[in-house]
């Protein structure tokens, strides 16, 4: 099969089948694994503007949930398909997993470029879509998240939906709201920040230091910002940023903050192409080849593949986002000796996060920033750490240390409720 065609559905069936070869687990186990326990399809006729009526598709899909409810995002992309919204709930089963937070893995999407909707019919879509999915999730059976194009916005409106048709405030239904309506402080930079910790421990594992190295991102979402901003605290030189309007160098690094606060205006339409502090800007492409010491690629599936996997010259990769590499680039890298810290390590700093919402929206009791940023850092590093072990006694890379680890978490749960032998 062609890489350009590659499912993303196909490529998780593939890393559970290896993870579960390499801890020697059971057919059954692979058997139960390799799909969502469900996965629902739904069609959201939605009262456009003009007075026309437009049809939207949603998914929701429930991968496992025997640690715990599922939990995952939902995604607004014209991209999203059933096969990649099933993919992506497997990945958040392992993430939770390897998270060691009391989850299993969902994951939902629409098709559609919000970008071509007005902020009344982003609004109600998204009401329209909580609605159909209302039956299959719940506070102790799915939980919902922002993904890609999702905000804290968007899920408060999704909450206060979902409250009308229960009669009752249920705001542990959804995570990543605004901290105004039960958001946790420190949600919104979670996944970026976690990246970013991630970077530095990266560093420390091959004995050297975040501070004074040099870092590519690629992606400038909610993701790519807070990993650049946190990196850039802790020493790095961001010197190269790239999102889909163009890819920034300042050899010198460039100033993140000011960076954030460019596409923040409304005139830069949420995009850094136009930004004054870069040397220059280049094709977006340009941010895999820059001689770095890290890579970090924040945005979509399947950025780094055979045609560009031989131009990266950075010792170290970073999965911001879900899926960035695909399995041929995974082995390619995995033989130059290239450092990977695995997505379902290295982003899995919101799902934590959204866990932490969750417990305190369940016991009413907030916690401040630090408290939470302290809580994800102790429990990012220990995956870490415990993934690097795993690596080093099985001889495996990070990425099927990683699944290994989360595999026998989620096979360990099957076996107590006695649902595999
Ligand atoms: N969408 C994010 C992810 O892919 C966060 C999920 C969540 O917070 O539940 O990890």
Known sequence: MSEKTLNTFEIVQQQIKDACTALGETQEVFEILKQPKSCIEVALPIKMDNGETKVFMGYRSLHNDAIGPGKGGIRYHQDVCIDEVKALSAWMTFKCGVAGIPYGGG??????????????????????YIRAIAPVVGEQIDIPAPDVNTTPQIMGWMVDEYSKLQGKNTLGIVTGKPVAFGGSLARFEATGYGVALMMREAFRAKGKDIRGSKVSIQGFGNVGRFAAIYAEEMGAKVTAISDVSCCLYNENGLNVKKLYDYVNLPESKNMIQGFKGAEQEFDRNKVFEFDVDLLAPCALENAITSENV????????????????????????????????PDILANGGGVMVSYFEWVQNLQNYYWSFEEVQQKQEVKMVKAFND??????????????????MAIKRVADAMRARGIVK
């Open 107 to 128: 994951k939902g999407g629409i098709i559609v470029d919000p970008r071509t909707l007005s902020i009344d019919e982003i609004e109600r879509l998204s009401r329209a």
């Open 310 to 341: 031989n131009s990266i010259k950075a010792s170290i990769i970073v999965e911001g986002a879900n899926g960035p590499t695909t399995p041929e680039a995974d082995r390619i890298i995995n033989e130059k000796g290239i450092f990977l810290v």
């Open 387 to 404: 993934i690097f072990y795993l690596k080093e006694k099985h001889n495996v890379s990070m990425r099927v240390a990683a699944f290994m």
